[in-house]
């Protein structure tokens, strides 16, 4: 419902700021009046410089509830951003502690072995032994595969 | 403030029944072969680990028998579980295997299992087993092995 719905035509709102200048409007119609100089679509010379006059009020008004908007907003987006940013720093905490420590050691027959190259260079050894092992059983799917052929043609 | 909470503790709960999901090997590394002849275990993890592309890495290589037929008892059991696997068995007993296990907390999880007592060259008696976990994909994985 629009606050200026009782003021139904051009004539009547003339009469309104001219009652209005002459001092004789209530409150409710100097509310009514600004609500209808900011809306509605009249216009005259009377009108007109009733908006020069009173358009600050109606601005004001469109610019507060405007900046009220749009605080709303930017508090709404600050706290979102913050949510954010504590996921973010929780979710970083927690995978950090679930990393593993640095651990570099050995037990060679009931021997601890704490040199970092040493320990390296079990591993090493350990990877090699893999790598024969994955290379034999390449290798024989290749003969398996190359007998397979031979024995097609 | 009370939906943080909620997604919070949402977000523990995940990662720590994620945590518990375990593997038949992880009882062969509970510290039993840390003192014992004949064994050897290596826990790599941090910074070397991560210098050879890897989060976890943890092996153990056993030269008594009976050892030997539970880590390969424990490394089958596992393996029933791999999302993929290359394995090859001689005379019935497991001699190489390489799995890729369903992924972990965040990582990528693989064991690899040797019985050179199996081998056709210069067999040895030792069984080795390695647990391997991190970002790698399994072709690194294989890569890293080459080296």
């Known amino acids: 419902m629009n606050d200026y719905q009782h003021i139904n035509s051009q004539e009547e709102l003339e009469q309104l700021i001219d009652r209005y200048f002459n001092g004789m409007t209530s409150v409710e119609e100097e509310d009514a009046l600004r609500s209808c100089l900011a809306r509605c679509p009249w216009s005259s010379q009377a009108i007109d410089e009733a908006r020069m006059v009173m358009g600050y009020f109606a601005t004001h008004s469109d610019r ?29 905490a927690l995978w950090h502690q679930q990393q593993p420590g640095d651990v570099c050691i050995a037990y060679v ?24 092992a994955a290379n034999a059983m390449t290798d024989q799917l290749s003969s398996l595969g190359e007998a397979l052929e031979l024995d097609n043609e | 403030m009370k939906r943080i909470t909620i997604i919070l503790t949402c977000l523990l709960t995940t990662m720590a029944a994620m945590a518990q999901t375990g593997l038949n090997i992880n009882r062969l590394f509970d ?20 210098e050879i592309g890897l989060t976890v890495y943890h092996s153990l290589s056993v ?4 050892q030997a037929e539970l880590v390969e008892a424990m490394v089958v059991k596992d ?41 056709r060259k210069s067999p040895k008696n030792i069984v080795t087993l390695i647990y391997m976990e991190g ?13």
């Not at chain 1, 709303?72 to 970083?92: E, H, M």
């Not at chain 1, 390296?120 to 990877?127: F, G, H, I, P, T």
């Not at chain 2, 039993?32 to 993890?45: D, F, L, P, Q, S």
């Open chain 2, 31 to 50: 510290g039993r072969y840390k003192k014992a002849a004949g064994a050897t275990e290596i826990i790599v993890t941090g910074v070397q680990a991560r």
């Open chain 2, 79 to 119: 393996g029933a579980q791999a999302v993929d696997k290359e394995v090859e068995y001689r005379n019935g007993q497991l001699y190489y295997g390489f799995y890729t296990m369903k992924k972990g907390k965040r990582d990528n999880r693989y064991i690899f299992y040797l019985n050179q007592n199996l081998a």
């Open chain 2, 135 to 147: 970002f790698a994909s399994q072709e690194e994985i294989k890569k890293l092995i080459r080296k």
């Open chain 1, 109 to 132: 027959n009931g021997q601890v072995v704490q040199d970092n190259d040493k320990v390296m260079a079990l591993v090493a050894d350990d990877l090699s032994k893999m790598d024969n």
């Open chain 2, 63 to 66: 030269t008594d028998k009976n």
């Open chain 1, 64 to 92: 507060h509830r405007r900046q009220t908007a749009k605080s709303r907003r930017q508090l709404v987006a600050g706290i979102a951003a913050s949510i954010a940013i504590i996921l973010a720093v929780g979710g970083y």
